[in-house]
């Protein structure tokens, strides 16, 4: 692995770049970017799924997202939906600024609310030849629907109003408001993947100083809530699509809507008994994703000899 960093614009990025066993500078391989949830950064589920990429032959690229880890970016904490697909745009600048890179064998791979940025990105950069979700989550409906998608939209409405007025204290001299992304005390009323979440992100089972669990409130809310990472996925996601989930998370909505909406080359998989946090670090449930993404890759970046499926 090594430490890198690449331009986004002004912004400076930083990754991690795993490459494989007995790698050869002087030979050409296929790439995959992998992009964390949000809240997350490089070192954890992202660099996961990049280090076992790299261990089947991939040259695998997982970064900081703007604004976020140790990338630069200001306002820091920021979420802005955009700017995350931007993000991955760059890292493909990044690959195909690479020697050893085959500049037509880039696919991108990624997880939560990373799996459908890297969907959009996909659906708006064509040198992307290959999108891969894992535990997929739109941010924008899940914000305004809730975990498990049964709130009607206007729900939002009544953080936009909290939102409008926190803003216009900040522009009056108060302090400026930070959200969570995940419960930091759940209760009897946290859905599980939520709790697990907490585990996973509070805890030392992945725990990381750079993923501090935080956001703003007014810049991030108003950029979220508008957001949908899936429109218009019929007409322009024509690469193809593998989605992985488990039977189990509450947020399999939705992955269920993108596979029924996609009409480019598909592959869905529901893995029994998997919950959403599963999928990022343990490892019955990592291996097989990696089981299913290894061939679809391989196929899908293939050499332009052979034959894409």
């Known amino acids: 692995m090594e430490t890198i960093t690449f331009a986004n614009g002004p912004i400076s990025m930083a990754g991690n770049l795993y490459l494989p066993a007995g790698f050869d500078p002087r030979e050409s391989y296929p790439a995959i970017v992998t992009v964390h949830p949000g809240g997350g950064v490089k070192e954890q589920t992202?660099?996961?799924?990049?280090?076992?990429?790299?261990?089947?032959?991939?040259v695998a690229l997982a970064f900081d997202a703007s604004h976020q880890g140790e990338s630069g970016g200001e306002p820091h904490f920021l979420e802005d939906p955009a700017a995350r697909v931007e993000d991955v745009r760059a890292a493909v600048d990044y690959l195909?600024?690479?020697?050893?890179?085959?500049?037509?064998r880039i696919g991108v791979l990624g997880i939560c609310a990373g799996g459908a940025y890297a969907v959009n990105a996909t659906m708006t950069d064509h040198r992307i030849k290959a999108v891969t979700t894992v535990s997929a989550l739109n941010i924008g409906?899940?914000?305004?629907?809730?975990?498990?998608?049964?709130?009607?939209?206007?729900?939002?409405?009544?953080?936009?109003?909290?939102?409008?007025?926190?803003?216009?204290?900040?522009?009056?001299?108060?302090?400026?408001?930070m959200i969570p992304y995940v419960p930091p005390a759940p209760d009897e009323n946290t859905p599980r993947d939520l709790v697990e979440a907490h585990d996973y992100y509070l805890t030392p089972r992945a725990q990381h100083p750079n993923a501090q669990n935080t956001k703003l409130f007014t810049k991030s809310i108003s950029k979220i809530f508008a957001f949908d990472a899936f429109h218009l996925v019929e007409q322009l996601l024509t690469q193809p699509i593998l989605m992985v989930a488990g039977s189990e998370a509450g947020s399999l909505w939705h992955t269920?809507?993108?596979?029924?909406?996609?009409?480019?080359?598909?592959?869905?998989?529901?893995?029994?008994?998997?919950?959403?946090?599963?999928?990022?670090?343990?490892?019955?449930?990592?291996?097989?994703?990696i089981a299913e993404a290894t061939p679809?890759?391989?196929?899908?970046?293939a050499a332009p000899s052979t034959e894409r499926g």
């Open 296 to 301: 679809f890759f391989t196929r899908n970046l």
């Open 256 to 289: 269920t809507a993108l596979h029924g909406r996609v009409r480019s080359p598909k592959q869905l998989v529901i893995v029994e008994g998997g919950a959403h946090m599963d999928f990022y670090d343990v490892p019955k449930y990592v291996e097989r994703a």
């Open 96 to 104: 195909q600024s690479l020697a050893y890179v085959d500049a037509e």
């Open 141 to 177: 409906p899940a914000y305004r629907n809730g975990w498990y998608g049964a709130d009607p939209d206007s729900a939002a409405v009544a953080t936009l109003q909290a939102a409008a007025r926190q803003r216009t204290a900040e522009a009056q001299g108060a302090d400026v408001a």
């Open 46 to 58: 992202a660099g996961l799924y990049a280090a076992k990429l790299a261990e089947q032959g991939f």
